[in-house]
């Protein structure tokens, strides 16, 4: 680095911006004249200790405000280089600055810096702290998109980086935003077992965790979770008040307990409790509010809510129960102005506009209550839009000219211009002593305060009476519904407004510019109003995501530097506006921003503990080269193995003194961007290749085994493949499956059942990618009656319907009645028996021997298979599975696991439809998941098909009838429904083929960056091919001698580590049919070498780790033993054996 002595003076002078010149002179006035800016030999040697992995921990650094001058100091200096070298200098030089700014808390000179750096050098990603620094910055600016992409890059190309337990805390935090609630608890459950520091305390993520539950309405987890989190010593006050908070909640609106008085009695004492914890929170004052209001405490119900307002921020969510108090106490005035406060402060506020639309209607009022529906509707909270949308068709029809008595909204400002706060106090005043609301019950200024008194003087103060009948029937109407909603976001927003020092509210960094005029860059959120805060957490994603530039494998929104200044005051200046976010309201999560406030309290953790845990006491371990697996790269491939390992040998200890080589790393995978050019749109829809079977001699034939593995086909349908094979299907029918086994386990899903191929919200609403069913379990029998009943239910129906429609076939009311049929929603519930396993051997005898007529190359067990050569089951895709289904049961989207082949035959006697995409696409829908706040691999969802065909997505769709047998090529995206009833069987097949081992591996690899567990053990299966398997693609023998080089490496570096560690390995070869191990924690597959906590080891259970979770639990490995499972020897020679065998002109069929 050259020197970065440069004169204040000089720096000031080319400053470009005035930004720039403020910015010196405040370094000016800090340091005073003449000091000398430049940087000492030992500043430059404390520097390169500072990098990102510091951030959140710079106070308990040793000497902190030191290191803060420093970093000030060196920020300056490292400027007014780029300056004078007008931005010629090493690419290493932004990345620093950029680690620089992040400790120093200026988020948008860091981003700026960072992109620079990623511009600049090509293989930014093997940086770790450069993509941990980067997610941190993105993590900052809510942009979440991004921040999960660089933090799983991270873990990548690093698992045991010294910040992992950071990463997976955040990554659960925005899981939960992002409604992953599977993702988010693994990765919470990931922070929790690395015994490293983190800016959470562990029984703050155990409240995170807790409270997934209780998002994901598992509440008897949730109240276990929190319960057993009140038992932990020395609980911090602020979490125990959250926890009780939490507990009191949830007793109030769920039925914890039977009796309804118990039940009641209990929330309030456990609000009561969180209060004494912390009795500032007005989000428990409004909790205990709702409850004294639900048994009738007015009083006491008015005087909660009063505390609410005083104690916290203005919220909607207390104003409206306050309307509704009022309204239930026959003050529709004083109703009236708290609903008002309510939508002033949440323009969305679907539960205050409804009850407001009631209160209208109770006061003769249709015109207003129609504007206070639309009002409802228009909100995207609005969850029965079909409902108020038949409520104001009603109204519209009732005679319009009705006199007002409440202040009547005009068209443009419907409704509230006019509520005044000082009426409103006047108003509660005079009702009755008993529940004055506060002084300053304003919510905040901008609220209610600057309305006119027009209510006031518009004969608001008359007594209002309420038509007896139009009361009732308003609140019949939408009154349990309005108070029902108000429930549940109240209940959503619970939980974190508890633990306010370290979490704030997303919308707390509303990227807001309207502070400024200069220019702002176009990716910026502009949120000058707070309804538009609303939007925030979706257009902040899709906003970076536009900007993306061209750059293949972006991770970085482009947001340009001259704007910098304006975000990040942008940022401090935005205020909270509560509850006035969905996202934040529901999930109550948000950034960690304020870490390092907390971190003094966190798991009372020495100083010194943290200093020595930054540096790794086993630091062999965190660089080793994990069996990544590209086969696509060129590869060179050694001769043999001694010469290979001879070239990695002694790697261990050089790899301990360098922080930056990551030996044969391959950039993180991504999905493949949308094939280019896009399709034409008439081309959309394109035939499904399908073969038409005859005879037996037709199944047989090699051609049909080509034609299917062809990867231009991404299915085939093999039609009549039964009939020409005089297959027995009906061993496989209901009635046979019965007598076989009726006690035998069925997986229940519930699904709705949905219109043709459309996929609706509950409501019937709007269309949406998110299919969710909830699981159970039954039995065959059990199945089979609901299916038989099912059944007869619909001849039942049907025939009624003939007979209603002879009935009036006479006149013309026929056909509106059946389009009345197709309206949406609510839906029945259906029951779709899935997963049943039919590997046992013995109980399905039969049936098994039956499908060992098909052809080799769909059969379940054969040589060219090499799921047959895994060495034991992998239930579902080596061994049979069934399907029992009734009309609507629904397989959502999905490709096989690691993209392996499937084999499905329908056995009738109803059919199936399919749906189909090509593997090429898997980005695109992968894309669509994540738009719709879908995990791709975890989630279920069901494309809208309106959707793809708007992105140019290819759909293959046809209807698979009994004895049709469907081939789902490797990857191929699918999704599939049940037009009749009927029964499938399906299982999963390997063709021995390039493509299919490189998809396969791909998918291991993605799998990894995603955190799912692979099914198929890519590792052990490559192996099993090397010793049993003759390859002649040249192709594919590349790329699993590749892989298996990579892993002999691996284990050999790892295996010498550990000996210089001084730690033992114990030999435990492995048993015949042993499974493929996976990390009991983090779940990859775990090869030759298993680390087992020494607890297991003596007990025999051997539970197995993988090396960077058995580092996270115990830092030196002291509570494990490492086995060994193979001899390098001999993986030595399975490798230096598998050689590339002669061309065979034809493959096995
Ligand atoms: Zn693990």
Same mark, same amino acid.
């Given at each position: ?292 209001s ?11 809510y ?10 909607a969510d207390t104003w409206c129960s306050i309307g509704v108090l009022y309204q239930q106490q026959n003050q529709p005035m004083d109703a009236l102005q708290a609903y008002i406060c309510a939508v002033q402060l949440d323009h969305g506020h679907v539960a205050a506009w409804m009850d407001l639309g009631t209160l209208y209607e109770s006061c003769n009022q249709p015109q207003d209550a129609i504007k206070c529906y639309l009002n409802a509707t228009r909100s995207?909270d609005c969850s029965n839009t079909s409902t108020l949308a038949a409520r104001i068709k009603f109204l519209q029809g009732l005679h319009k000219d009705q006199s007002s008595y409440l202040a009547g909204p005009n068209d443009e400002q419907p409704l509230f211009p006019n509520g005044s706060t000082q009426y409103l106090r006047a108003a509660v005043?005079n009702q ?5 609301l506060?002084?300053?019950?304003a919510p905040?200024?901008?609220a209610c305060?600057?309305l006119s008194s027009h209510l006031a003087t518009s004969g608001g103060q008359e007594d209002i009476t309420f038509t007896k009948e139009r009361k009732s029937s308003g609140n019949r109407y939408l009154g349990s519904e309005t108070s029902r909603h108000a429930g549940?976001t ?41 309804q ?103 590869? #060179?491939?050694? @001769?043999?193995? &001694?010469? /290979?390992?001879? +070239? ?8 301990? =003194? ?114 969710? #069913?909830?699981? @159970?379990?039954? &039995?065959? /029998?059990?199945? +089979? ?8 239910? =619909? ?355």
């Amino acid at each position: 680095m050259k020197s970065c002595g440069l004169s204040l003076a000089t720096a000031a002078a080319t400053a470009f911006g005035n930004e720039e010149k403020k910015m010196a002179a405040e370094k000016a006035k800090g340091q005073g004249e003449g000091e000398s800016l430049s940087l000492t030999v030992e500043d430059r040697e404390a520097l390169r200790e500072l990098d990102s992995t510091l951030f959140g921990f710079l106070e308990r650094h040793e000497d902190g405000v030191r290191t803060k001058t420093l970093l000030d100091k060196a920020v300056h200096c490292y400027e007014s280089l780029i300056l004078k070298t007008d931005g010629k200098v090493e690419s290493d030089f932004f990345c620093q600055l950029g680690h620089f700014n992040l400790l120093l808390e200026d988020y948008s000179k860091a981003l700026s810096a960072y992109q620079r750096y990623y511009s600049l050098q090509a293989d930014y990603w093997k940086n770790a702290a450069f993509l941990y620094g980067l997610g941190l910055v993105y993590f900052y600016y809510n942009a979440f998109h991004w921040a999960i992409k660089a933090f799983q890059d991270v873990l990548y190309v690093n698992p045991s980086f010294c910040r992992a337990k950071e990463i997976h805390l955040r990554l659960g935090l925005m899981f939960k935003v992002n409604t992953n609630y599977e993702s988010s608890l693994k990765h919470f459950q990931l922070a929790l077992i690395d015994c490293n520091p983190c800016t959470l305390s562990t029984a703050e993520i155990q409240f995170h965790i807790a409270h997934v539950f209780e998002i994901q309405r598992k509440h008897h987890a949730a109240k276990e979770a929190y319960e057993q989190l009140l038992q932990t010593e020395n609980l911090p006050a602020q979490v125990k008040a959250a926890v009780l908070q939490q507990l009191g909640w949830m007793h109030h609106t769920e039925d914890l307990v039977e009796d309804k008085a118990i039940k009641e009695s209990c929330a309030i004492q456990y609000l009561q409790k969180s209060l004494e914890m912390d009795p500032n929170s007005g989000q428990s004052w409004y909790f205990l509010g709702r409850c004294y209001s639900s048994i009738g405490k007015v009083q006491d119900a008015f005087i909660s809510y009063r505390q609410s307002i005083d104690k916290s921020e203005a919220s909607a969510d207390t104003w409206c129960s306050i309307g509704v108090l009022y309204q239930q106490q026959n003050q529709p005035m004083d109703a009236l102005q708290a609903y008002i406060c309510a939508v002033q402060l949440d323009h969305g506020h679907v539960a205050a506009w409804m009850d407001l639309g009631t209160l209208y209607e109770s006061c003769n009022q249709p015109q207003d209550a129609i504007k206070c529906y639309l009002n409802a509707t228009r909100s995207k909270d609005c969850s029965n839009t079909s409902t108020l949308a038949a409520r104001i068709k009603f109204l519209q029809g009732l005679h319009k000219d009705q006199s007002s008595y409440l202040a009547g909204p005009n068209d443009e400002q419907p409704l509230f211009p006019n509520g005044s706060t000082q009426y409103l106090r006047a108003a509660v005043q005079n009702q009755n002593g008993l529940h004055k609301l506060p002084r300053n019950s304003a919510p905040q200024s901008h609220a209610c305060s600057h309305l006119s008194s027009h209510l006031a003087t518009s004969g608001g103060q008359e007594d209002i009476t309420f038509t007896k009948e139009r009361k009732s029937s308003g609140n019949r109407y939408l009154g349990s519904e309005t108070s029902r909603h108000a429930g549940d976001t109240s209940n959503s927003c619970a939980g974190i407004r508890g633990l306010p020092n370290y979490v704030h509210q997303v919308t707390a960094v509303t990227i807001s510019s309207h502070n400024h005029t200069g220019s702002v860059s176009p990716n910026l959120i502009i949120a000058d109003n707070p309804q538009l805060s609303t939007l925030l957490m979706g257009e902040a994603n899709d906003n970076m995501g536009i900007a993306t530039s061209e750059k293949v494998n972006n991770i970085c929104p482009t947001i340009h530097a001259k704007s910098d200044n304006l975000l990040s005051s942008a940022i401090s200046t935005a205020t909270p506006s509560p509850d006035s976010t969905e996202q934040a309201r529901r999930h109550g999560v948000s950034s960690l921003k304020s870490t390092q406030s907390a971190l003094h309290t966190i798991n009372g953790e020495e100083p010194e503990n943290l200093q020595s845990s930054t540096k790794v006491d086993l630091p062999v371990f965190s660089h080793k080269a994990s069996p990544q697996i590209i086969p696509s790269m060129s590869v #060179s491939i050694y @001769s043999n193995s &001694t010469e /290979a390992l001879k +070239a990695c040998r002694n790697q261990g200890q050089n790899v301990l =003194s360098n922080n930056h080589i990551l030996l044969d790393k391959c950039p993180p995978p991504r999905p493949p961007a949308s094939p280019y050019p896009p399709l034409p749109k008439e081309k959309l829809n394109p035939p499904t290749p399908s073969i038409y079977l005859e005879n037996k001699r037709d199944a047989f034939f090699p051609p049909l085994h080509q034609f299917c593995i062809n990867p231009k086909n991404p299915v085939t349908v093999i039609r009549g493949l039964a009939g020409a094979l005089k297959l027995d299907l009906g061993l496989f029918s209901t009635k046979t499956l019965v007598e076989a086994n009726n006690e035998h386990m069925v997986e229940v899903r519930t699904q709705l059942l949905q219109p043709a191929d459309e996929n609706w919200d509950p409501t019937g609403t709007k269309k949406i990618w998110r299919y969710e #069913s909830n699981r @159970s379990h039954t &039995t065959i /029998a059990k199945y +089979a009656q609901y299916q038989a009943s099912s059944f007869q239910e =619909s001849l039942r129906e049907e025939n009624e319907r003939k007979t209603q429609l002879k009935d009036c076939s006479d006149n013309e009311s026929t056909s509106s009645d059946i389009s009345g049929k197709r309206r949406k929603g609510p839906f029945k519930t259906i029951k779709f028996g899935t997963n049943i396993d039919l590997s046992d051997k013995k109980k399905w005898k039969l049936q098994l021997h039956e499908l060992t007529k098909l052809p080799a190359f769909v059969r379940v067990v054969s040589a060219g298979n090499l799921l047959s050569h895994v060495g034991h089951p992998i239930l579902g895709m080596n061994t049979v599975q069934l399907y029992m289904k009734v009309p609507g049961s629904r397989t959502p989207g999905h490709q096989e696991k690691n993209n392996f082949c499937s084999v499905n035959i329908n056995i009738g006697p109803g059919d199936c439809e399919w749906f189909v995409v090509p593997e090429d696409y898997w980005g695109v829908l992968n894309d669509f998941c994540e738009k719709n706040n879908l995990n791709f691999l975890m989630s279920s969802w069901w494309p809208n098909l309106e959707d793809l065909y708007e992105a140019n997505v290819p759909v293959y769709r046809f209807i698979q009838r009994p004895g049709d047998l469907v081939w789902i090529n490797a990857g191929t995206v699918h999704w599939v429904q049940a037009i009749g009833w009927c029964n499938n069987i399906a299982w999963n097949v390997g063709p021995l083929t390039a493509c299919q081992y490189k998809l396969a591996v791909e998918r291991y690899e993605w799998n990894k960056l995603q955190s799912v567990k692979s099914v198929v053990p890519m590792v052990h299966l490559s192996w099993n091919m090397a010793r049993n398997i003759k390859i002649s693609d040249p192709k594919l023998f590349e790329m699993i001698k590749y892989c298996l080089l990579k892993i002999l490496k691996h284990c050999q570096t790892l295996r010498e580590a550990l000996i210089a560690a001084g730690k033992d390995v114990i030999w435990h070869e492995r048993s015949n049919n042993e499974p493929a191990h996976y990390c009991s924690i983090c779940e990859v597959e775990v090869f030759n070498l298993l680390f087992v906590t020494s607890e297991s080891s003596s007990q025999k259970t051997y539970i197995v780790h993988c090396q960077d979770c058995a580092q996270k639990t115990s830092g030196n490995l002291e509570n494990f033993v490492v086995l060994e499972q193979y001899k390098m020897e001999d993986l030595m020679q399975v490798y230096d054996q598998f050689t590339l065998a002669p061309s065979l002109s034809t493959s096995s069929s």
